[in-house]
C-alpha cells in the first residue's frame, strides 16, 4: 500500500562519513526547497534528530537539483 507521498526509508554513509552528517547536510540544504522528496529528507533528519544549518545562496535547478553555501 502506498501514501502517495515519498519517504525516506534509511540512510548509508559510505566509507568515514557518518550518517548523521551526511543527513544534517542534506537536511540543511533540502530545507529550502519545495520539491517532494526534499520534504521527505527534511521529514527524515527531524525525526532522526539530526542537526542542521543555516544555507546560503540557495538555487534550484530544474532538472538537476539544488545547490548552496552553508
Known sequence: MTEG????Q???ALE?????AILGYAASL???SEHPLAQAITTYAKE???A???VEAF????GK???GKG
Open 5 to 8: 507521498k515519498p519517504r525516506v
Open 10 to 12: 534509511k540512510v548509508v
Open 16 to 20: 568515514s562519513a557518518q550518517e548523521s
Open 30 to 32: 533540502e530545507g529550502a
Open 48 to 50: 532522526a534528530g539530526a
Open 52 to 54: 542542521t544549518s543555516q
Open 59 to 62: 538555487d534550484s535547478v530544474p
Open 65 to 67: 537539483g539544488v545547490t
